[in-house]
């Protein structure tokens, strides 16, 4: 089973659901990844770890109703007050200053030059996902941008990432996201100008058919069809029945 211990700055190391609907979307989320939960006190409210064979692999908190559900993903960082500055300095936007989270750790969340949002999380008894790579776990965090150029810039002065791209063919160009030798930060694609930029959220699954299943049977929506993504697995674009979009992939190879 892939498990962590901690994360080096940069590299994705949490994501989670805010969502005015915790109770359905925990039912939801058992059903398809097999989570149970474990509820903590933040100190401003209640939020719900998701256990996958009892290791935290993402969470689940409260939002006030009307608001947009959607995941988050949370970058690990060594001083969340250091990073927000460079944050500020390179052209984001800071939507939460950095706050203590009990003795869990330090988070903030920002947006980068295009609005894309995401959180900084600076461990403290907490590091993030446990549990990675294998079902229910977290896999891959992917921007969705219009300004490749601009946050590739972004990112490698606030996080320190460096960049790859590939061609995948016919125009199909994709951007490697890496922190030096410490592990793989994401991936991005251009878009439209269109679509809202933002951070995606990948869930590992043992079958991408059999998830699709039971998201429809739980009220989600299937909003892509399983695709096979060559040298990597099957992949399906899914959001929970309060709307919240989620990716899963279905692995060609096993992730240590």
Not at 135 to 149: F, K, P, R, S
Not at 175 to 183: I, L, Q, S, W, Y
Request: zero cysteines; a negative charge; charged letters at 20%.
């Amino acid at each position: 089973m892939p498990t962590r211990n901690g994360y080096a700055e940069g590299v994705p190391s949490w994501v989670d659901l805010g969502t005015p609907h915790v109770e359905g979307a925990k039912t939801f989320y058992r059903a398809l990844f097999g989570w149970d939960y474990r509820e903590e006190d933040t100190g401003s409210g209640r939020y719900h770890i998701a256990l996958r064979k009892g290791l935290p692999a993402a969470g689940i908190g409260t939002l006030q109703e009307g608001a947009e559900t959607t995941w988050t993903s949370y970058f690990a960082v060594d001083d969340a007050d250091v990073t927000t500055a460079r944050i500020g300095e390179a052209g984001g936007t800071i939507l939460s200053p950095p706050s203590d989270v009990g003795n869990q750790g330090r988070l903030a969340i920002a947006s980068d030059p295009t609005g894309a949002s995401f959180g900084i999380w600076q461990a403290g008894e907490h590091f993030g996902a446990a549990i990675v790579n294998e079902h229910g776990g977290l896999n891959w965090n992917e921007l969705i941008t219009d300004d490749m150029e601009g946050v590739t810039d972004f990112y490698e002065t606030v996080l320190g990432w460096e960049s790859e791209i590939a061609d995948w063919g016919e125009g199909h160009l994709y951007t490697t996201f890496k922190v030096a030798d410490r592990g793989i930060a994401g991936g991005a694609v251009k878009s439209r100008p269109d679509i809202p930029n933002h951070w995606k959220v990948y869930f590992a699954v043992n079958d991408a058919a059999e998830s699709i299943e039971v998201t429809r049977a739980g009220g989600g929506t299937v909003l892509r069809e399983a695709r096979e993504a060559e040298g990597v697995g099957v992949i399906a674009s899914l959001a929970d029945p309060y709307g919240a979009p989620f990716f899963i992939i279905q692995l060609a190879l096993e992730i240590d």
